[in-house]
């Protein structure tokens, strides 16, 4: 079955406690993206990838890190979480060309105490 | 800036009738357009593509319009059935081969009472 899985689906955790979130994909996609989803905001995008080795920032990338060293794997790295990270998070893939579909996960509840 | 605007209030329909939802978007020339659901607890799952050279397009009991003079996408649901209880994300998309992006908007929420 083709499918987006991140871990954890939730998280508490207090300020300052480097995490990671996870998110694997088996489609074989090329790009990866990840967003956060607040009330009222909507999903935004915090970084994604064109492919193994290329990253870039999304609209919101500040105080979050990617890395992409396998084409299935698209780890977010929280170094130093701060309350305000505390959101809904998402992992998606789609394939080659921008209009393709995104796939998503069913998302990473994250709580910054 | 780019701002795309959808119902904030919920949509509540009886079962049977048409819902229509409306996605605004202003500072954005969209190459095409994307319709996602998102039930509660999941991520959005894609239901449709609207590209800017095509008026309409169905699925099954879904259609949706690309008006890019009135700068507005509409997305229809006939025959309601309280299943289709979700949030709906509209999503426009720039142009750029592999690089263009999509922008979500907030969603609105759907609700069909039996």
């Known amino acids: 079955e083709a499918q987006v899985t991140q871990n954890p689906r939730y998280l508490i955790t207090v300020t300052g406690k480097k995490l990671t979130v996870t998110c694997s994909q088996n489609m074989n996609h090329e790009y990866m993206s990840w967003y956060r989803q607040d009330p009222g905001l909507g999903l935004r995008q915090i970084y994604y990838s064109m492919n193994v080795e290329v990253t870039d920032k999304g609209d919101v990338p500040e105080g979050y890190k990617v890395s992409r060293k396998e084409k299935r794997n698209f780890p977010l790295i929280l170094e130093s979480p701060s309350p305000n990270q505390t959101s809904l998070y998402f992992c998606?893939?789609?394939?080659?060309?921008?209009?393709?579909?995104?796939?998503f996960g069913d998302g990473t509840r994250l709580s910054i105490l | 800036s780019q701002k795309i605007e959808q119902n904030s209030e919920a949509l509540n329909i009886q079962e049977g009738k048409t819902a229509t939802l409306t996605c605004n978007y202003t500072?954005?020339?969209?190459?095409?357009l994307q319709w996602y659901r998102q039930d509660p607890g999941r991520g959005p799952v894609f239901l449709l593509l609207?590209?800017?050279?095509?008026k309409e397009k169905r699925k099954e009991r879904l259609k949706v319009t690309f008006d890019t003079t009135l700068k507005q996408s509409l997305f229809h649901i006939t025959a309601s059935q309280p299943a289709d209880s979700a949030t709906y994300l509209c999503a426009p998309g720039s142009r750029g081969g592999n690089t263009g992006k999509l922008i979500f908007g907030q969603g609105t929420t759907l609700q069909v009472k039996p």
């Open positions: 609207i590209r800017e050279n095509e």
């Open positions: 998606a893939s789609r394939g080659t060309g921008s209009h393709q579909p995104q796939h």
């Open positions: 500072n954005y020339s969209p190459a095409y």
